[in-house]
């Protein structure tokens, strides 16, 4: 996928972006079916990239993570209502991808889940076999810079932890 126009304005990464952003969970037929089946790669770079984003963050914010869930996802919300707009596309696809990383070992430290890699790691998910869904914690990533407060990160993680939980 390429950044140029295609004629309404948009390219086709920002489209993808807005396409993303209102999708955060869904079943794993979906998730396959909309953004490929998982491929076999791509543990390293989850790895490389949450670490990136705590090291940076923790040096450019003066970050101190408290190592939860809730408190750190918070941290990230507390940090994206700094942006006044919206970053470029490339910017906002690299912080999709690092603290989409980081939010994706946060869901899986508290609740679990396993990451299923797919062709374009902006749709790299989080699964959940026990209850067949996907989440995207890139998605939720790119949601927070696009619809701002409405689409909190912490509130993406409750709604998935509430998801999870029920009978």
């Known amino acids: 996928m390429t950044g140029t126009d295609h004629g309404n304005g948009r390219s086709a990464r920002m489209a993808a972006f807005e396409r993303a952003s209102r999708h955060l969970l869904c079943t794993a037929a979906e998730a396959d079916s909309s953004y490929g089946a998982a491929v076999a790669a791509g543990v390293e770079d989850i790895d490389e990239w949450a670490h990136g984003a705590e090291v940076d963050l923790g040096e450019h914010f003066e970050v101190v993570w408290a190592g939860s869930a809730e408190a750190d996802l918070e941290t990230l919300d507390r940090l994206a209502a700094h942006w006044p707009e919206p970053p470029e596309e490339e910017v906002l696809l690299e912080i999709a ?7 994706g070992e ?16 902006l749709h790299h998910s989080l699964v ?9 914690p890139m998605h939720a990533i790119v949601a927070r810079f696009l ?3 409405s689409a909190g990160i912490e509130a993406a993680y409750h709604y998935l932890v509430e998801y999870l939980t029920e009978s």
Not at 97 to 103: D, I, P, Q, S
Not at 130 to 135: L, N, P, S, T, Y
Request: glycine share 18%; no cysteine.
């Open 97 to 103: 991808l690092t603290w989409g990383a980081l939010l």
């Open 106 to 121: 946060r869901i899986v430290d508290a609740v679990g889940g396993a990451w299923a890699y797919r062709g374009d790691p």
């Open 128 to 136: 959940f076999p026990r209850k067949g869904v996907a989440f995207f």
């Open 147 to 149: 619809l701002g407060d």
